[in-house]
């Protein structure tokens, strides 16, 4: 009896293992498909993925400091889901337009009487950066 709960014991863990990652295989697969290397260790696992690493240091510093918040307002000014009319935005998304402006992934352009904000190349550069990272 002692020895079918050793055995149940020990398979308990890796069978527990087997079913997440049978569950979960295709998000699973995807991950390692883009992992550049994989290191397992006793604490842990370290996944190192290509897209990030492909790009220079100063890039990958510049996006790792994006919040995603800032990442969305980029984005969705881009798209024009935003008005690019500094005076039409609302508090929070001229918050936003103030890091991007500092972090020069923003410009402001005149047009007419109005004050509008544009992409610039890094702002496009890194936004598409953004886009395919997975």
Known sequence: MT???TII????????????VLLFRKPVVSLFSRAQSVDIKANGIQLVLSKMEELDPIRRKELSGLSSNEIWL???IDLKKISPDIKAMIAPQKVGVATLLEMKLLE??????S?????TKLGKELLDIAKNII
């Open 3 to 5: 020895n079918i709960v």
């Open 74 to 76: 980029l984005n969705d």
């Open 115 to 119: 004050r509008h904000v544009v992409l």
């Open 9 to 20: 014991e020990a398979l308990a863990w890796p069978s527990v293992v087997l079913v997440i």
């Open 108 to 113: 402001t352009k005149t047009v007419g009487s």
